[in-house]
């Protein structure tokens, strides 16, 4: 996947707009150039655009849109630029932050407004994990599969086109940095080239690249993965080679409830509405409300490098409408008993510990004693003292990297020297993050915000660029 360094090309076709990667971030690109008058193509490598925004929830964080005014939920882009600084400590890039506060909630009434995207606020996610009001933005299904459905449909609607079975191979840029175009490669390893103007790459991250996990998150490398097998850094290691920065690449999405023997994540809602983590031992080991990102490497340090999610049957029947929550439901990987001792049999864990940290949770939810983990249990109604009780058996994973190139506010691919490349743009898991520098920055559903909102923009700025 090399950088191929030529002033003189002739390539086979040539396009104005070139997106590579039929992801969230391409497919937003894509429509956004298209619907800016620009001749714009897609290329996908796999037969099928999926990529990690298909295995999402599909929710995005946005401020200050028309659902979120439908729900009577007041917010603006400065109060979401304070708390994507607070939750960062401060560590995060304040141009970017900022710019993407205040964009992303154009870029949600866009989609609505324009291509009629039914999006309303999930106010389940109240104000955890560092939102000050609800900011989730979701489609009726609540999965990343229609968000990239109707985002796919759109772009061909209204001009763009897509070629799948592209794999994207050699990039080919000028002795100044100007991209020229690329060479791709099909399942049958014939060969072609395609020129450009701009260029966006919208490639993802480096989940799946372990070697460029040891190397910038090392304490992950042999965490699960939890995403798509095409997140290998290519667009970022194109970037590199072109000279642009990088940075943040120790950042990443984890998740402290991916289900060990399935795969499928265990709805956090379960554990937000008053359920519980429990380790080998039946004890508890965290607050598990302080950091939906950062408690995978807390799971991961338990026993075992595994936990239970604990929950009565409120929670069952509050969460069955999670499509994740029927399939785990439908591969037997919840467990289900009478009572507690009966359910600490079955997952085989200490019956009189287990007990006692449910009885202890059930009266800090009545505000008798606190908790030492910090976790305030009156927000929500106690665990039941009766049965049936649940089980689900979880790890820690790593969801999403965080890190990747330097991008200024119009989505443009920045040098190490601050200096502007002259039609590179980067959007989604291949451009830096909001997140800052570690797993502790992360805010729900800022993976696809960055998706949405750099692809509009680079979609944007590229088009007018071809101009």
Same mark, same amino acid.
Not at 420 to 436: C, D, E, H, Q, V
């Given at each position: 996947?090399?950088?191929?360094?030529?002033?003189?090309?002739?390539?086979?076709?040539?396009?104005?707009?070139?997106?590579?990667?039929?992801?969230?971030? =391409?497919?937003?690109?894509?429509?956004?150039?298209?619907?800016?008058?620009?001749?714009?193509?897609?290329?996908?490598?796999?037969?099928?655009?999926? *990529?990690?925004?298909?295995?999402?929830?599909?929710?995005?964080?946005?401020?200050?849109?028309?659902?979120?005014?439908?729900?009577?939920?007041?917010?603006?882009?400065? %109060?979401?630029?304070?708390?994507?600084?607070?939750?960062?400590?401060?560590?995060?890039?304040?141009?970017?932050?900022?710019?993407?506060?205040?964009?992303?909630?154009?870029?949600?009434?866009?989609?609505?407004?324009?291509?009629?995207?039914?999006?309303?606020?999930?106010?389940?996610?109240?104000?955890?994990?560092?939102?000050?009001?609800? $900011?989730?933005?979701?489609?009726?299904?609540?999965?990343?599969?229609?968000?990239?459905?109707?985002?796919?449909?759109? %772009?061909?609607?209204?001009?763009?086109?897509?070629?799948?079975?592209?794999?994207?191979?050699?990039?080919?840029?000028?002795?100044?940095?100007?991209?020229?175009?690329?060479?791709?490669?099909?399942?049958?390893?014939? $060969?072609?080239?395609?020129?450009?103007?701009? #260029?966006?790459?919208?490639?993802?991250?480096?989940?799946?690249?372990?070697?460029?996990?040891? $190397?910038?998150?090392?304490?992950?490398?042999?965490?699960?993965?939890?995403?798509?097998? *095409?997140?290998?850094?290519?667009?970022?290691?194109?970037?590199?080679?072109? *000279?642009?920065?990088?940075?943040?690449?120790? %950042?990443?999405?984890?998740?402290?409830?991916?289900?060990?023997?399935?795969?499928?994540?265990?709805?956090?809602?379960?554990?937000?509405?008053?359920?519980?983590?429990?380790?080998?031992?039946?004890?508890?080991?965290?607050?598990?409300?302080?950091?939906?990102?950062?408690?995978?490497?807390?799971?991961?340090?338990?026993?075992?490098?595994?936990?239970?999610?604990?929950?009565?049957?409120?929670?069952?029947?509050?969460?069955?409408?999670? /499509?994740?929550?029927?399939?785990?439901?439908?591969?037997?990987?919840?467990?289900?008993?009478?009572?507690?001792?009966?359910?600490?049999?079955?997952?085989?864990?200490?019956?009189?510990?287990?007990?006692?940290?449910?009885?202890?949770?059930?009266?800090?939810?009545?505000?008798? =004693?606190?908790? /030492?983990? =910090?976790?305030?249990?009156?927000?929500?109604?106690?665990?039941?003292?009766?049965?049936?009780?649940?089980?689900?058996?979880?790890?820690?994973?790593?969801?999403?990297?965080?890190?990747?190139?330097?991008?200024?506010?119009? @989505?443009?691919?920045?040098?190490?020297?601050?200096?502007?490349?002259?039609? #590179?743009?980067?959007?989604?898991?291949?451009?830096?993050?909001?997140?800052?520098?570690?797993?502790?920055?992360?805010?729900?559903?800022? =993976?696809?915000?960055? %998706?949405?909102?750099?692809?509009?923009? @680079?979609?944007?700025?590229?088009?007018?660029?071809? $101009?």
């Amino acid at each position: 996947m090399p950088v191929m360094r030529t002033n003189s090309m002739t390539f086979d076709a040539s396009v104005p707009v070139l997106v590579v990667g039929g992801g969230g971030t =391409g497919m937003t690109a894509a429509l956004a150039a298209a619907d800016a008058g620009a001749e714009v193509m897609v290329l996908e490598r796999d037969a099928t655009p999926t *990529g990690t925004t298909s295995m999402a929830q599909g929710f995005i964080c946005a401020a200050a849109t028309k659902a979120q005014r439908e729900k009577g939920v007041h917010d603006t882009s400065d %109060a979401m630029f304070a708390d994507i600084m607070k939750k960062t400590r401060g560590e995060t890039d304040q141009t970017l932050a900022r710019t993407v506060a205040r964009e992303c909630g154009p870029t949600i009434d866009w989609l609505m407004d324009q291509h009629k995207f039914p999006f309303d606020i999930e106010l389940a996610w109240r104000t955890d994990f560092g939102h000050s009001v609800p $900011r989730l933005h979701g489609l009726p299904s609540r999965t990343g599969g229609e968000l990239l459905g109707r985002l796919l449909r759109a %772009a061909e609607d209204n001009g763009a086109s897509l070629t799948t079975n592209a794999h994207v191979v050699d990039v080919y840029a000028d002795d100044k940095d100007r991209v020229l175009g690329v060479g791709i490669e099909r399942p049958d390893r014939t $060969r072609e080239t395609l020129g450009c103007d701009a #260029l966006v790459l919208a490639t993802c991250g480096f989940g799946a690249n372990r070697d460029m996990v040891r $190397r910038f998150i090392p304490d992950m490398s042999e965490s699960p993965y939890f995403g798509h097998e *095409g997140d290998d850094g290519e667009g970022i290691q194109w970037g590199m080679d072109l *000279g642009a920065a990088t940075a943040d690449m120790a %950042a990443f999405q984890g998740y402290g409830a991916l289900s060990i023997e399935s795969g499928v994540l265990v709805n956090y809602n379960i554990i937000m509405e008053g359920g519980i983590q429990v380790n080998a031992r039946g004890e508890r080991f965290s607050d598990e409300l302080f950091d939906i990102s950062g408690q995978s490497k807390v799971v991961l340090a338990q026993p075992g490098s595994i936990a239970w999610v604990v929950y009565d049957d409120r929670l069952r029947q509050s969460n069955m409408r999670w /499509p994740e929550y029927q399939q785990l439901t439908k591969l037997g990987m919840v467990k289900s008993a009478p009572d507690i001792a009966s359910l600490a049999k079955i997952i085989g864990i200490p019956a009189e510990a287990l007990q006692k940290t449910v009885t202890d949770s059930i009266a800090f939810a009545g505000a008798a =004693g606190k908790d /030492p983990f =910090g976790r305030d249990f009156t927000k929500n109604p106690a665990l039941n003292s009766e049965g049936p009780y649940f089980a689900a058996k979880v790890t820690g994973a790593l969801f999403h990297t965080q890190g990747g190139l330097v991008v200024d506010e119009n @989505a443009r691919v920045r040098r190490a020297d601050g200096s502007p490349m002259p039609n #590179l743009f980067a959007g989604g898991g291949t451009a830096r993050s909001i997140s800052g520098p570690g797993v502790w920055g992360y805010l729900p559903a800022a =993976g696809l915000c960055m %998706a949405v909102t750099l692809g509009r923009l @680079a979609g944007q700025a590229a088009a007018a660029q071809t $101009r």
